[in-house]
């Protein structure tokens, strides 16, 4: 499994080695640009809908930053973050994006199913911020008027080193009711580690694994995923489904919710509003 891992690590450190190498030829300052981009606000939140694997209903969203460039058009998150997380930029990310989203759903946010979950990416930088523990208070109290709930999701891909520091700031956010997921499950560095330090009540099957289900009759390895989960008694997202047999099969293994383009894209503000309008 370790070196499953690695090569995994290996493949997307490439991917985002290369996106940034031709980012930066487009770009003579790509920080700096970067820099503007958050102040201008150039970046904005778009939002994939998961739905509830048993009702098929909408039963959260992930806020996901999307920026397109006035210049230079659409620049790939695979890119941006890892440039704002290089150089320090990813708190003021964060909070830029936090803020959009309450202005995006504030009024709105009575339009949809009750206890929605609305999910918040957050890096190791984000951790020990008390600024991001400001805005995911104002977030909850702001999104409350059908009982939404928030999430914050923590991936695995960057180590977190567990202090009784962090440790009292993840219980922080629980006392203010918002929950954990961890992101990315089975790609990054110690599952077990993870699930046992931060004790999230959600854990998200990567991708990686989902895309495997329908190439070949081997489903072990996703299948083991999501029997360890069960077993620990944590709520299940499946990310990137696309087929109806990857749907089909994950639904037969009853997880809780469905993520991914078979559903939806990743949607503006308005496709979003307009979507849950239209039920």
């Not at 970046?43 to 209903?57: E, K, L, N, T, V």
């Amino acid at each position: 499994m370790k070196r499953a891992h690695k090569s995994v690590n290996a493949v997307l450190a490439g991917l985002n080695a290369g996106l940034a190498r031709c980012f930066s030829r487009r770009l003579r300052s790509p920080v700096n640009t970067l820099r503007m981009a958050i102040v201008q606000r150039q970046i904005a939140p778009f939002y994939q809908p998961f739905m509830d694997a048993r009702s098929g209903q909408i039963a959260g969203i992930e806020v996901l930053a999307r920026w397109r460039h006035p210049l230079y058009g659409y620049v790939s998150p695979d890119v941006f973050i890892p440039l704002a997380e290089q150089h320090h930029l990813i708190v003021p990310l964060t909070h830029l994006l936090m803020e959009q989203v309450v202005a995006d759903l504030q009024h709105q946010i009575h339009r949809f199913p009750l206890g929605t979950y609305i999910c918040i990416n957050i890096s190791a930088q984000n951790c020990l911020d008390p600024g991001f523990e400001c805005d995911s208070r104002d977030m909850v109290r702001k999104l409350n008027a059908n009982q939404s709930h928030v999430v914050v999701e923590i991936t695995e891909r960057h180590p977190l080193h567990f202090t009784p520091q962090l440790s009292e700031w993840f219980a922080a956010l629980r006392r203010a009711n918002i929950s954990l997921a961890l992101d990315d499950f089975g790609t990054g560095y110690s599952n077990l580690a993870y699930i046992s330090a931060l004790n999230p009540e959600f854990i998200k099957i990567d991708k990686l694994f989902v895309s495997q289900i329908g190439v070949s009759d081997d489903t072990r390895l996703v299948d083991s995923l999501i029997d360890l989960a069960k077993n620990m008694h944590l709520k299940i997202i499946a990310e990137g489904v696309e087929t109806k047999a990857q749907a089909d099969h994950l639904r037969n293994k009853h997880i809780d919710y469905l993520q991914g383009y078979y559903f939806s894209k990743p949607l503006s503000a308005s496709e979003l509003i307009h979507q849950v309008a239209a039920g």
